[in-house]
């Protein structure tokens, strides 16, 4: 295999294509990023993420019951929908560890991620 950038892209699909049995397996995602090439080889980085509990509940969600109190927050309020702008969100998550944008949220539109402050759900900011 020639080591350059479109053989480099393609790989990454394949690969993505040859773990989905690792995922379902063991409950994880299994992302490879960025990296690099030379000549005779490439790099990449691989990030694992557990994606389940013992409960079947995601990690995420098992985060969000566990602190939702502490922001307001009911347990029911996991995946709710809300509008920022016109646009349709879920709240999918909390961060206790990111005082400022605690809030993970979702894009029903595209599926895209983001972080956001307590204020922009309505809720009083805990630092």
Known sequence: MKMNQSNFRA???????AVKDLEETFGVEIKQGGGSY??????????????????????????????ASMY???????????????????LYGLNPRAPKNACKIRRVSDGKEFKCPLRTLGRKEVY
């Open 38 to 67: 030379g000549d005779n080889h490439f790099t990449a980085t691989l990030t694992v993420t557990n994606t389940s509990t013992a409960s079947g509940k995601s990690v995420e969600q098992e985060t969000f019951e566990q602190n």
């Open 72 to 90: 307001g927050f009911n347990k029911e309020d996991y995946n709710m929908t809300f509008d920022i702008r016109g646009e349709k969100f879920n």
């Open 11 to 17: 790989f990454n699909e394949a690969f993505k294509n």
